[in-house]
């Protein structure tokens, strides 16, 4: 990290301002992906990304994906829900 020199606390003042802006920034991009993140995980995003051959292994292939997207889901939204409950206490 390269040094600063300031000459006035204004100059000080200023940059500790758009260090926190850009932290704000930072923090709501991440937000925004792990919110993305969570709804491609939804079982139905999930069956529309998949291309399903019709049949009966289709209907084999939907189960099994449907269950899988919905236990990764409830760790998921479990995780978070602890994770809330220790933010508040």
């Known amino acids: 990290m390269a040094t600063s020199n300031y000459s006035s606390f204004e100059?000080?003042?200023?940059?500790?301002?758009?260090?926190?802006?850009?932290?704000?920034?930072d923090h709501e991009n991440i937000k925004l992906g792990i919110h993305r993140s969570k709804e491609n995980l939804y079982p139905s995003n999930l069956m529309k990304a998949i291309d399903i051959p019709g049949g009966?292994?289709?209907?084999?292939?939907?189960?099994?994906?449907?269950?899988?997207?919905?236990k990764l889901y409830k760790k998921f939204v479990k995780k978070d829900r602890i994770k809330e409950k220790i933010n508040y206490n």
Not at 15 to 23: C, D, E, M, P, S
Not at 56 to 70: L, V, Y
């Open 11 to 25: 100059e000080i003042d200023q940059r500790l301002k758009i260090l926190w802006l850009q932290k704000k920034i």
């Open 56 to 70: 009966f292994g289709g209907f084999i292939q939907n189960i099994i994906i449907t269950f899988i997207a919905n």
